[in-house]
């Protein structure tokens, strides 16, 4: 039962393998249409986002700096700059605009930020820092792989 259990586990993950590798080859051979959801947005919402994301690399460069130097106060004190306290300033107009998957996602990154820093000053640990924030870039990854925004021109608002 265990043996047999430990087998279909094995195919099951050559199986996904398989399959991610078959989707990079079709992305490669074959650059298609960007079939991500679309965010419709003006440019000032857009320019928004845009920068609220560089600040997210930014802050993902420092922190891979200081964990490199492994100063886990400046650990904390980078991770906290990506928390929760970035988030208060979002226009309603924009919140409407954007889907709850969406925000919930971008939640749960300044959160893990959040938890990153409380983790790097009470466990002083740099590598599950590196753990976290590795969990962390795998939600960039999957929001960036779902969604993209076009700017909408000024004329179609009216
Ligand atoms: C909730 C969704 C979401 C999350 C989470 C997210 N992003 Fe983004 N990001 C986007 C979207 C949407 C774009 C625009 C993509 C497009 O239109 O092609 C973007 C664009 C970017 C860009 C390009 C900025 C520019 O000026 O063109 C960078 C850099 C970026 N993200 C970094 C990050 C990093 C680093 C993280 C994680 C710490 C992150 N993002 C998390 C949604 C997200």
Known sequence: ???????????LGIEATAAVAADAH?????????????????????????????????????LTGALAREDMAAVATEARELGVKMTHDVPPALREKLPQAFRQLGFTVHRDFDALALDAESMKDPRHSLQQLSATLQKCVSCHAGYQIRPQPLAAAH
């Open 1 to 11: 039962m265990k043996s047999a259990s430990l087998v279909l586990a094995l195919v």
């Open 26 to 62: 079709s992305h490669h051979a074959a650059p298609t249409e960007d079939r991500r959801a679309v965010l419709a947005l003006s440019e000032t919402e857009r320019a928004m986002i845009l920068e609220e994301m560089r600040l997210f690399l930014v802050g993902v460069e420092k």
